[in-house]
């Protein structure tokens, strides 16, 4: 059987924060740092992702997002086998989805992204997304 054009098998660290860079550099005024074995995306200083890779000694590969109020909990009871809440953040609404269990549907994580995009950028910014192709 033929995987989808967006899923594939789960990528190195290194891979994987590179195809996240392609993702979030699609959004307006999007920034990139990176520190140790993580990176964090910000649009105009505020975070909409991190990139966690074995984040304090976790053996965890992941993307967290911001998600809609309760979303981050209903997609962890759905899921638990890709999705937890991350240390620090997940209490305030953000989720982790794992880049290193079975295939990665890269779909669903640009999907991911754009709507913690849209919770953080200022409305304006968000609003452009509506008019790109």
């Not at 979030?24 to 520190?35: D, I, L, M, N, V």
């Not at 989720?95 to 994580?109: I, K, Q, S, T, Y």
């Amino acid at each position: 059987m033929r995987a989808s054009a967006t899923r594939a098998r789960p990528a190195s660290p290194a891979a994987a924060l590179s195809r996240l860079t392609r993702l979030c550099a699609a959004f307006p005024e999007s920034a990139r740092t990176r520190g140790g074995s993580h990176a964090t995306f910000r649009v105009r200083g505020k975070v909409y992702a991190y990139f966690l890779d074995d984040h304090h000694g976790d053996g965890i590969t992941a993307v967290c997002t911001k998600t809609a109020l309760g979303e981050h909990v209903d997609r962890v009871h759905r899921d638990p086998e890709r999705y937890y809440l991350p240390a620090y953040i997940g209490p305030r609404g953000w989720v982790a989805l794992r880049l290193d269990r079975g295939r990665v549907d890269w779909g669903e994580v640009r999907g991911l992204l754009e709507q913690s995009y849209r919770l953080v950028a200022p409305r304006a910014l968000a609003r452009t997304l509506d008019a790109a192709p």
